[in-house]
């Protein structure tokens, strides 16, 4: 499968908040478990949420429970990440990419290429 793209990153000051896009346009986004990963510099690159795709299962990294929300919206062929009282340790490049398993204890391994991915900068 052809990778996802990302969109909606940007700088934001702390306590605010971004909407990230995950689309495809060769294949069903709705049909596929998908992850969000962020990478911030210096550091190896971590799993932040995903959407499963039968039952719509969600799991977050603890870091981002209660700020972060993953959600779907099929008309669109798109999973959203609404990003909300962002601080400076959310500053990453997030990608997307359909994985092999998600559940409410874990993010599986993705199995698609990585994209370029979409900048998140919170900075005051």
């Known amino acids: 499968q052809v990778q996802p793209v990302e969109s909606g990153g940007g700088l934001v000051q702390p306590g605010g908040s971004l909407r990230l896009s995950c689309s495809a346009s060769t294949w069903s986004m709705a049909r596929n478990n998908i992850g969000w990963f962020r990478q911030a510099p210096g550091k190896e690159r971590e799993g932040v949420s995903c959407?499963?795709?039968?039952?719509?299962?969600?799991y977050y990294v603890e870091s981002v429970k209660g700020r972060f929300t993953i959600s779907r919206d099929n008309t669109k062929n798109t999973v959203i990440l609404q990003m909300n009282n962002l601080v400076p340790e959310d500053t990453a490049v997030y990608y997307c990419?359909?994985?092999?398993?998600?559940?409410?204890?874990?993010?599986?391994?993705?199995?698609?290429?990585w994209g370029q991915g979409t900048q998140v900068t919170v900075s005051s």
């Open positions: 990419a359909a994985v092999n398993y998600c559940s409410v204890a874990k993010l599986g391994a993705p199995f698609t290429a």
């Open positions: 959407i499963g795709r039968n039952i719509d299962s969600t």
